[in-house]
Structure formats: structure tokens, C-alpha cells
């Protein structure tokens, strides 16, 4: 499996990017952005911290963590009984979400994924 980057543009005229695995499953969704540079920056951000560190602190995935500092990606539970990963940047802000997922294992799935390929993944704008 490799992934890859799209960038996307709203009806309103926001950009924003979505991070694929090549069977087109998506893993991470970014903000709005403004114009395509931000989207862009956006992406080089991810692939700055794409191998910070998972933090837990309900135990989701078994024995809770410690809060961490930034970056990080935090695995979090939903009233629904469904779970998502974030990925925050240096500054605290929320780059990336993914949508909402089963089980704990999609989570961890989902961040070995993003860990192994959105270092090198391609950008395809659409």
C-alpha cells in the first residue's frame, strides 16, 4: 500500500486536502484553508511531525498515556461509541482528522499508515 495527498476545493472557494491510501481509503482530512499555499503548507507540516507521537490519555487502546506536548496525534472516543486520531501541530492547532472510525485497532491502523506514508507521498491537486 502507498498512499497520497489531494487537494480539494469547496463550492465556496476553500481548499482543503485529504490523505488516501491508493485503494482510495481515505486516512486524514485537513481544515479549510484559504488558498491553495496554506493547503499546501498544511501538507509540509504533516510531513514535518507524521512521526509524533500517540497520545491516550482514556486508554482507548489500552494502558493510558500521559498528556504530551505538541506535535501529536490523540486518539479520542465519541459519544457514538466510534473513535478518531488527530494529528496537532507544533502550535497546538489541528491539522488533520480522520473520519470516524470502529475500533481502536482502525485507529492504530490508521496512524502506522500515516507514520509509513505521508513522509514521501505525492500531492495530486484536483
Do not use: W
Not at 470502529?102 to 502506522?112: E, I
Amino acid at each position: 500500500m502507498s498512499a497520497f495527498y489531494e487537494i480539494k476545493r469547496t463550492f465556496e472557494g476553500r481548499f482543503y486536502y485529504e490523505f488516501r491510501s491508493t485503494e482510495t481509503r481515505l486516512l486524514l482530512r485537513g481544515g479549510e484553508r484559504s488558498t491553495v499555499h496554506l493547503c499546501r503548507a498544511s501538507i509540509a507540516s504533516i510531513r514535518i511531525i507524521c512521526d509524533s507521537p500517540l497520545e491516550d490519555t482514556v486508554g482507548c487502546l489500552g494502558t493510558p498515556t500521559e498528556p504530551l506536548g505538541y506535535p501529536k496525534f490523540k486518539v479520542e472516543r465519541r459519544g457514538r461509541g466510534v473513535y478518531t486520531l488527530s494529528l496537532y501541530a507544533k502550535n497546538g492547532k489541528c491539522v488533520g482528522k480522520t473520519p470516524d472510525l470502529a475500533t481502536p485497532a482502525a485507529a492504530l491502523d490508521v496512524y502506522n499508515s500515516i507514520q509509513k506514508y505521508a513522509r514521501y507521498a505525492q500531492v495530486r491537486d484536483q
